[in-house]
């Protein structure tokens, strides 16, 4: 989901980052409110101060959603669920779950603590708002906090659609999770539910931005991409956790993985292995050592006329934590790993000895045979 993350400051023990994309967001919500809102709202101020106003209505939008984004943090530790921190980017932001929720109650009230959240900030600040026009505050101060206090009540709203990952989808998800007690039924019928009102955004988007509503239209559309891809992801996230919780590398590496000799020349090895085999790394292994890795990226930055004089040995690296996991790592680690990197394989080793190869083919391969037998037995797949 995220790209680079800088981290802004810890809150009750909660790394809070910003994504470089939130920037995007922010000068966006700068530009229009200083050009063309406030303007329009509060007249007769200097375009200087219409810039300020736009500025700090920014930064009050990222404490807003930071504020949202900690009650969701809170309530999800009271539950004993481990929290990585919370994340900024372009469409709000994210409190990093590492587990599923423990149950219906903890997921319900672990989602509803954000938009109640930001109902309750909202009102304050509609409130300080409408006392300070009544006692003749500034113009740029009235102004910024009743913008804030509706714009926090209209994110409360929209969060409390029904369509998931937003709150009101997870709040939705609790409710049938408690239902039927069956954590995977839920999430399909709010994912499906969330994949469905995306695709309504899209359609929105499209038709506003064909009308002329050319920022409206890709905002709307960009939003509704989004929520179609983060619904369907959390079912296949599931999915995953449900079928390899608690398993190891080891029951599905290939413990008899194609090793390249540190000796032979790189035309030999794009001939012999890289055409033959189709991969895009191979451990090297010189005397039964992993002696590093050799990768298609390496080739490429030799000239393809020294190709026949070089050895892999000179193309070589050594393996990293990037490309290598312990044969006694849970797989769902590896899986997080390659996501992280968007690697399909990972080298297995033991200290500096090569042991196995994981792949993720094959991981999806065990994936839909244990579908096809839940299918059969007539359980949920």
Known sequence: MFGRAITLVKLFGFEVKIDLSWLILGLLITWTLAQ???PNSYKGLEPAVYWAMGVAAAVGLLISIVFHELWHSLIARRFGLPMKGITLFIFGGVAEMTEEPPSPKAEFFMAAAGPVSSIVLGAALVGVSMFGQSTGWPKPFVGVSNYLGFLNLMLAGFNLIPAFPLDGGRVLRAVLWGWKDNLRWATRIASGIGAAFGLILVFIGAIRFISGNIIGGIWLFLIGMFLRGASRSALTQLTLQQAFQGERVRKYMKDDPVTVSPDISVQDFVEDYVFKYHFKMFPVVDGGRLAGCATLNQV?????????????????????????????????????QMSRTNASRLIVVDGEKLVGVITLKDIMKVLSLKAELEEEAGGEP
Do not use: Y
């Open 300 to 336: 490429k930055g030799i000239p393809r006329e020294e190709w026949t004089r070089r050895r892999v040995s000179e193309l070589s690296a050594a393996c990293s934590k990037e490309n290598t996991v312990s044969a006694d790592d849970q797989v769902l680690t590896a899986l997080g």
């Open 36 to 38: 063309g809102f406030f």
